[in-house]
């Protein structure tokens, strides 16, 4: 079936610093979200993009919908220790199915 | 406004018993999605509702597993006999109308 792919797998960082990760897929879509799940909870939605070169923000975190449909990028300006957790890529298809990427582990170290 | 309540939060059972997981979607939504999460294979959709029917089940692993939604506010998933390879996060997600789901805080299941 369809996989959603996520890079990196996992990351530390340190506080302060600027997180990139992104997500690819082998098919072309019209919908990409991003959701972040703390530990021991549920994911909750940070950001959808519904254009192919759309950029939006939301405080620190900012994704982008890339120019091929294939893949979307994430990033999270100087990251603070609550922003660990997992951060997965998520689309829908045409008939509704919700399928989520492998996710990326953040670890930020203060 | 309550979110998606899922009950129990910890279950833990013994190989062959009956496991009943519950949920509760956003009042007016007319979408509720179950999923399980583990290590190995991510978060996989099980089967999803909308307005009580499913739609599509193609996601649950075997015979073993029963979703059902007598009503709008209420969700079960059902594994009857469980087995050791069943122990994950059980999430139940609703959702309004849109591509935006809104998930419960999942139901840790171990099945020793």
């Known amino acids: 079936g369809q996989q959603l792919n996520q890079s990196p797998q996992s990351m530390f960082i340190q506080e302060g610093e600027d997180v990139s990760m992104n997500c690819t897929s082998s098919?072309?879509?019209?919908?990409w979200l991003w959701y972040k799940q703390d530990p021991g909870e549920g994911p909750v939605l940070l950001i959808a993009?519904?254009?192919?070169?759309e950029l939006t923000s939301n405080g620190r975190l900012t994704a982008q919908f890339g120019i091929t449909r294939k893949d979307s990028f994430l990033n999270i300006s100087a990251s603070i220790p609550s922003d660990v957790g997992i951060y997965f890529c998520?689309?829908?298809?045409?008939?509704?199915?919700?399928?989520f990427g492998t996710g990326t582990r953040l670890k930020v170290l203060a | 406004d309550a979110g998606v309540i899922q009950s129990p939060r910890h279950e833990v059972t013994e190989m062959g018993q009956e496991v009943t997981l519950r949920c509760k979607p956003i009042?007016?939504?007319?979408?509720l999605f179950w999923y399980r999460q583990t290590m190995m294979r991510g978060l996989e959709l099980l089967i999803y509702?909308?307005?009580?029917?499913?739609?599509?089940d193609s996601g649950m692993p075997e015979d073993r597993f029963s979703a059902k939604m007598p009503n709008a506010s209420f969700s079960t998933l059902k594994i009857q006999p469980s087995e050791p390879r069943d122990s994950a996060v059980y999430f139940c997600?609703?959702?309004?109308?849109?591509?935006?789901?809104?998930f419960g805080s999942g139901t840790q299941l171990s099945v020793l």
């Open positions: 997600a609703s959702s309004l109308d849109s591509e935006k789901l809104f």
């Open positions: 098919s072309i879509f019209n919908t």
């Open positions: 993009l519904y254009k192919a070169g």
């Open positions: 998520a689309r829908t298809s045409g008939t509704y199915k919700y399928i």
């Open positions: 009042s007016g939504h007319d979408y």
């Open positions: 509702f909308n307005n009580n029917v499913p739609i599509d």
